[in-house]
Each structure stands twice: as structure tokens, then as C-alpha cells.
């Protein structure tokens, strides 16, 4: 929705994904799923990286930190989105972890002096999720994403070794024979995503009207929801929702 506004983005993978797959692995993998987030940033509009560490293997080192720092520098971030550290893959919690370090690092002179540091500290949002325990998600921003569902879903099928041939927990049986099984499975796992996005809209209804007003609010039938991460710029609800209603497609801005 950004990109379709004119707005840079950047998709970032902090690993290769070497191993998440039921079938294959290793190099072979890496460069199908290094292809796949390419076909899929092409389709939205979008530039993409990914760094060279084997799936599953992440660590918030400081080495890792300071690439953290390095990317959200070179990038000069407005908002940066990441999961929130209570995450069932190591590697989405360590990649939280990394980017609420880098929140304050990226703003001090003397770290990763090679790369400028940021005077305006960037809006560091975390995605939403069903996890529970330590805090259930509570979302300050919950954007209608309708205009872009269909772009969106299309860039997601474009991951074809995760979503469509079942990731890790994947079997022969999910890998279409001929067309019409393509065209069975693709349908499945579109509709699937179609009901996640649908789920937050209903389950964030009165915070997606506060955001975007009574009429959008009621008429969005798909929505992304954000909670702001307690680290990095933090401004006031009414200001972070202006913030972010300026990248939006259903703003006036």
C-alpha cells in the first residue's frame, strides 16, 4: 500500500531459509527462496535483501546488531515493522530482539560510524499475532488493506516453497500434479490468507474505526494491524495514526 503510494520499501529476510522446507535444503533451497521474494517484491513494488545466515540460525550477536543498525541507517527508516519477540520461530523472535537493539543504536554517532547515524528516530512497529503469553498484541494502528488485497495475496503465492508446498510440515500430496490440482491448491492457501486478513479487521473493528473513520472502518473487510514497539520515536496515538495515515490509501493526504 506504501509502494503503491510512491513510498520506498524494503522487504529485509534475515536469513535464507535453507531449511524450511519438508523435501529440500541447503543452497538448492536458498536460491528457490532468494527467487521466490524477488518475484514477490517485483509484484508489489518493493526492494528486497536477504542476509546470508542459515534458517534457524540466528543470534542476536553483535555482529548481527550492527547489520541491523547498518540496513535501518542506509535505508534512513521512517517505520520499521518486525515480529514481536514472543514468536514461535527462533529466528523471528532473535530477528525482534535485533531490531529493538538497533531502535536506540541507530541513533548514536560513535556505533557503525562507517554509516551516518539517524537524527529523527524511526517508528518501530511490531506486526500483529495470536500469541498470548507474555502480553496479548494490542494494536494502536489497524490500516484497511482492500485496495491491495489482491496484490498482496498474489505476492504471498509467490512463495511458492513455504505456502504452497506446506514449508516444513509439507508432503508430496500438497505439490499439484497438473493444473487443475494448481489451481484447487493455489485457491486453498489464497483463501486462507484471505480469512487471516478478514480475522483482523473483525477482531480490531473498533480500533480500525478510530483510525479511519465510521464509514471506511465499517466497509473494510480486510486490515493489517500494528502495535508500537516501546522503543525508537514514540509519539502520541493521534500523531502516530496521522503518521501512518499518510502512507495509506485510503487517506486524503
Known amino acids: ?7 520506498k520499501v524494503k522487504f529485509v529476510s534475515t536469513t535464507n531459509g535453507d531449511i524450511g522446507h519438508w523435501k529440500m535444503a541447503g543452497g538448492p533451497l536458498a536460491q528457490r527462496r532468494l527467487a521466490e521474494v524477488q518475484q514477490a517484491a517485483k509484484i508489489l513494488g518493493v526492494e528486497t535483501q536477504v542476509l546470508d545466515i542459515h534458517d534457524g540460525e540466528l543470534m542476536p550477536t553483535l555482529e548481527n546488531r550492527r547489520t541491523i543498525t547498518r540496513l535501518i541507517r542506509e535505508w534512513q527508516s521512517d517505520i520499521v515493522i518486525v515480529h514481536r519477540p514472543n514468536d514461535y520461530h527462533p529466528d523471528h523472535r532473535y530477528t525482534s530482539i535485533l531490531v529493538q537493539d538497533a531502535a536506540f543504536m541507530v541513533t548514536c554517532p560513535f556505533f557503525c560510524p562507517d554509516v551516518p547515524h ?10 500483529s499475532d495470536n500469541f498470548k503469553k507474555p502480553n496479548l498484541f494490542q494494536p494502536e494502528i489497524v490500516v484497511p488493506i482492500d485496495s491491495v488485497m489482491e496484490k498482496k495475496l498474489d505476492a504471498l503465492l509467490a512463495l511458492e516453497s513455504q505456502f504452497i508446498e506446506g514449508c516444513v510440515s509439507g508432503h508430496e500430496g500438497l505439490i499439484p500434479k497438473n493444473e487443475q490440482e494448481r489451481v484447487v491448491r ?9 480469512n487471516r486478513f478478514k480475522a483482523i479487521a473483525d477482531k480490531y473493528r473498533d480500533v480500525l474505526i478510530d483510525c479511519c473513520g465510521e464509514e471506511v472502518g465499517r466497509k473494510a473487510q480486510y486490515a493489517e494491524a500494528f502495535e508500537l514497539c516501546e522503543y525508537g520515536r514514540q509519539p502520541a496515538i493521534p500523531e502516530l495514526r ?12
Open 1 to 7: 500500500m506504501w509502494a503503491a503510494k510512491g513510498h
Open 118 to 127: 539517524l537524527k529523527t528516530n524511526p517508528i518501530f512497529l511490531y506486526s
Open 186 to 194: 493455489v485457491g486453498a492457501v489464497r483463501k486462507g490468507f484471505q
Open 242 to 253: 496521522k503518521i501512518i495515515g499518510l502512507f495509506t490509501a485510503t487517506s486524503g493526504n
